[in-house]
């Protein structure tokens, strides 16, 4: 141990470098805006490491242009093998103290590299992260890429980190932090080759095997939303087959790092989460067939891994989703699957369509309970709604099912407004609402952060804001709303013939 702490002393002293390591492949559309940024900066990166994965496109030959111009720019020319076995060969070239990954479609603000290096001297931690700004080229559901204020300037263990950040601070994405070379080359951490979504594994592992991390607030990265990426693009066979894959992964460290028994609270979350995010994304499969063969693979790796989970205490809210989601993938299925599913872990239908009942049942209460305390009530009660969109939606209908009619002055409010109604009621523009609404609910769970944020920038008193969810939540009422649109039924009895 004293061996490692004079090693990091004598690397606080010292002058810190940094390798930027950024894979390239087909964007050339884009790579200009990305490479300026890292060329442009007001303290300039030790090592830039261009790899080209295979580009088809001019990608390569604008990656020269910059070789020729700029010393620090290094740049690998390699078959394509994916995202992950690229950052892989940029890791096993890097010669700096940390490595940053940036994606060659997005970009970095110009005082990155120098912040970077002020806090490393300041906190000589294995893992510094940031935090990023959107730029929606295109409409897209992502969940902002900012932590918590309460996680800043905190210098903490890896482990420590992710249970206090999830869910809401947490963020998939490898290009989020400051990553120490020895930690990732000494550690072996690298990202699974030839699979989509290799940042989940990944980020997982560095979190775990940092000795310490720090976070800091500010929004360093720049994450482009655009069409046909690897997130809004065509949900292929080969990211559903990679998604199940992926997400096996995950759960199999977490088994692994015997997290499960280390904090079951982080560790249902983590999972049930997991679940629920991968389902939702095979559900929407160009083959449907293929998402659906995917789907019952997962629950099945699912129920065979965490069942225990579902007996070990009393039912949450979040584990009661999860059943219930369970239950209505299940339900599409044909008989012999059902059959099979049912009586290898619940031993018979009678035990399982017992639990379903009662489970739903408790999760119809739990969430009119919720749904209840919405001011809808208050007659001559001037309350907004913030946002028009399915979150929205969701909001009424389960108001409308489980408690009943609207009887306040309803208001909907929009950042950017275009229309004057919805659903019959008036629109609003945040900066029209000021002085007009007495209480303002926040629809969304993706977008609450930044709607809290542009209220705020109006005046609007934050305890006029209500916010519909809680902290540790792993979905949102879109997901309440599609398991309780059906009424308790015995499933088995229609549809699958049993």
Same mark, same amino acid.
């Given at each position: 141990?004293?061996?490692?702490?004079?090693?990091?002393?004598?690397?606080?002293?010292?002058?810190?470098?940094?390798?930027?390591?950024?894979?390239?492949?087909?964007?050339?559309?884009?790579?200009?805006?990305?490479?300026?940024?890292?060329?442009?900066?007001?303290?300039?990166?030790?090592?830039?490491?261009?790899?080209?994965?295979?580009?088809?496109?001019?990608?390569?030959?604008?990656?020269?242009?910059?070789?020729?111009?700029?010393?620090?720019?290094?740049?690998?020319?390699?078959?394509?093998?994916?995202?992950?076995?690229?950052?892989?060969?940029?890791?096993?070239?890097?010669?700096?103290?940390?490595?940053?990954?940036?994606?060659?479609?997005?970009?970095?603000?110009?005082?990155?590299?120098?912040?970077?290096?002020?806090?490393?001297?300041?906190?000589?931690?294995?893992?510094?992260?940031?935090?990023?700004?959107?730029?929606?080229?295109?409409?897209?559901?992502?969940?902002?890429?900012?932590?918590?204020?309460?996680?800043?300037?905190?210098?903490?263990?890896?482990?420590?980190?992710?249970?206090?950040?999830?869910?809401?601070?947490?963020?998939?994405?490898?290009?989020?932090?400051?990553?120490?070379?020895?930690?990732?080359?000494?550690?072996?951490?690298?990202?699974?080759?030839?699979?989509?979504?290799?940042?989940?594994?990944?980020?997982?592992?560095?979190?775990?095997?940092?000795?310490?991390?720090?976070?800091?607030?500010?929004?360093?990265?720049?994450?482009?939303?655009?069409?046909?990426?690897?997130?809004?693009?065509?949900?292929?066979?080969?990211?559903?087959?990679?998604?199940?894959?992926?997400?096996?992964?995950?759960?199999?460290?977490?088994?692994?790092?015997?997290?499960?028994?280390?904090?079951?609270?982080?560790?249902?979350?983590?999972?049930?989460?997991?679940?629920?995010?991968?389902?939702?994304?095979?559900?929407?499969?160009?083959?449907?067939?293929?998402?659906?063969?995917?789907?019952?693979?997962?629950?099945?790796?699912?129920?065979?891994?965490?069942?225990?989970?579902?007996?070990?205490?009393?039912?949450?809210?979040?584990?009661?989703?999860?059943?219930?989601?369970?239950?209505?993938?299940?339900?599409?299925?044909?008989?012999?699957?059902?059959?099979?599913?049912?009586?290898?872990?619940?031993?018979?239908?009678?035990?399982?369509?017992?639990?379903?009942?009662?489970?739903?049942?408790?999760?119809?209460?739990?969430?009119?309970?919720?749904?209840?305390?919405?001011?809808?009530?208050?007659?001559?009660?001037?309350?907004?709604?913030?946002?028009?969109?399915?979150?929205?939606?969701?909001?009424?209908?389960?108001?409308?099912?489980?408690?009943?009619?609207?009887?306040?002055?309803?208001?909907?409010?929009?950042?950017?407004?275009?229309?004057?109604?919805?659903?019959?009621?008036?629109?609003?523009?945040?900066?029209?609402?000021?002085?007009?609404?007495?209480?303002?609910?926040?629809?969304?769970? %993706? #977008?609450?952060?930044?709607? &809290?944020?542009? *209220?705020?920038?109006? $005046?609007?008193?934050? !305890? +006029?804001? =209500?916010? %519909? #969810?809680?902290?540790?939540? &792993?979905?949102? *009422?879109?997901?309440? $709303?599609?398991?309780? !649109? +059906?009424? =308790?039924?015995?499933?088995?009895?229609?549809?699958?013939?049993?």
């Amino acid at each position: 141990m004293k061996e490692k702490d004079n090693q990091d002393n004598i690397i606080s002293q010292k002058k810190i470098t940094i390798s930027a390591i950024v894979p390239v492949y087909n964007t050339e559309k884009y790579l200009d805006q990305c490479i300026t940024s890292l060329v442009s900066q007001t303290e300039t990166f030790d090592e830039i490491i261009l790899v080209n994965d295979g580009s088809t496109d001019h990608s390569k030959e604008i990656c020269n242009r910059y070789c020729r111009s700029y010393p620090n720019i290094n740049l690998i020319s390699q078959r394509n093998q994916g995202q992950g076995a690229a950052r892989n060969v940029g890791i096993a070239n890097a010669a700096g103290d940390y490595i940053i990954f940036i994606d060659s479609d997005d970009y970095i603000a110009l005082d990155t590299c120098k912040k970077i290096k002020e806090y490393l001297r300041l906190y000589n931690v294995d893992v510094l992260y940031y935090n990023a700004s959107m730029q929606y080229d295109i409409p897209a559901a992502e969940k902002a890429m900012i932590h918590s204020a309460e996680l800043d300037y905190c210098k903490m263990t890896g482990k420590d980190y992710l249970y206090r950040a999830f869910p809401e601070s947490y963020s998939a994405s490898a290009c989020l932090a400051a990553y120490r070379t020895v930690l990732l080359k000494g550690r072996g951490l690298q990202f699974p080759e030839g699979t989509y979504f290799e940042d989940n594994l990944f980020s997982l592992k560095a979190a775990l095997e940092a000795r310490d991390i720090c976070c800091i607030p500010y929004k360093f990265y720049v994450r482009r939303c655009r069409a046909e990426s690897v997130m809004t693009g065509k949900v292929s066979e080969k990211k559903c087959a990679d998604m199940v894959y992926v997400q096996h992964s995950v759960w199999k460290y977490l088994k692994y790092k015997k997290i499960n028994i280390d904090n079951v609270d982080f560790t249902n979350k983590f999972v049930f989460s997991g679940l629920l995010h991968a389902v939702g994304y095979l559900n929407q499969a160009v083959n449907e067939k293929s998402g659906m063969e995917q789907i019952k693979k997962l629950v099945f790796l699912f129920l065979e891994m965490w069942t225990p989970l579902f007996y070990a205490e009393k039912k949450s809210f979040d584990k009661m989703i999860i059943f219930l989601k369970i239950m209505r993938e299940i339900e599409k299925w044909d008989r012999e699957e059902q059959l099979y599913i049912i009586n290898k872990f619940w031993g018979s239908k009678e035990k399982y369509e017992q639990m379903h009942k009662e489970i739903e049942k408790q999760f119809r209460l739990e969430t009119t309970g919720r749904i209840t305390k919405l001011p809808f009530r208050k007659k001559n009660h001037r309350v907004g709604v913030y946002g028009i969109g399915r979150h929205t939606q969701a909001v009424l209908n389960l108001y409308k099912r489980l408690v009943g009619e609207i009887y306040c002055d309803l208001y909907f409010i929009v950042t950017s407004k275009s229309n004057d109604e919805f659903e019959g009621r008036p629109i609003l523009s945040v900066s029209e609402i000021r002085g007009a609404i007495d209480e303002i609910i926040i629809s969304s769970w %993706l #977008y609450q952060h930044e709607m &809290i944020e542009n *209220l705020m920038k109006e $005046d609007i008193d934050k !305890n +006029k804001m =209500i916010l %519909l #969810y809680r902290k540790g939540d &792993i979905c949102d *009422l879109v997901t309440v $709303d599609e398991i309780l !649109n +059906k009424e =308790i039924q015995d499933c088995f009895g229609q549809g699958a013939g049993l």
